[in-house]
């Protein structure tokens, strides 16, 4: 069974740069037709889909999101990274990265709390 595990900061100062990084465990994340989704949850407020890269390493973002974020993988290490740029409070949120064969993953990781603040 694949399991996802986020790490990084939990602590990024305002218009620094946030990077979090998940490593999978169970399975390769180039195995045909899987998709590696970040998504996060602020406070008060629902899922929202950051973005994914693939298992060929095509990347897809958020159209609201995509000027900040950008996310890579290290097959070596069977991981995959996010960075999102130019940080504000507003990104405060626990961050998933997640396994799916769509933008909606079927395993998820067990979530990293990141805040931003001075």
């Known amino acids: 069974q694949v399991q996802l595990q986020e790490s990084g900061p939990g602590l990024v100062k305002p218009s620094q740069t946030l990077s979090l990084t998940c490593t999978v465990s169970?399975?390769?994340?180039?195995?045909?037709?899987?998709?590696w989704s970040w998504i996060r949850q602020s406070p008060g407020k629902g899922l929202e889909w950051l973005g994914l890269?693939?298992?060929?390493?095509?990347?897809y973002y958020s159209p609201s999101l995509k000027s900040r974020t950008s996310i890579s993988r290290d097959t070596t290490k069977n991981q995959f990274s996010l960075q999102l740029s130019s940080v504000t409070p507003d990104d405060t949120a626990v961050y998933y990265c997640?396994?799916?064969?769509?933008?909606?993953?079927?395993?998820w990781g067990q979530g990293t709390q990141v805040t931003v603040s001075s």
């Open positions: 997640g396994r799916g064969v769509t933008t909606t993953p079927d395993y």
């Open positions: 169970g399975g390769s994340i180039t195995t045909d037709f899987y998709y």
């Open positions: 890269i693939g298992y060929d390493g095509s990347t």
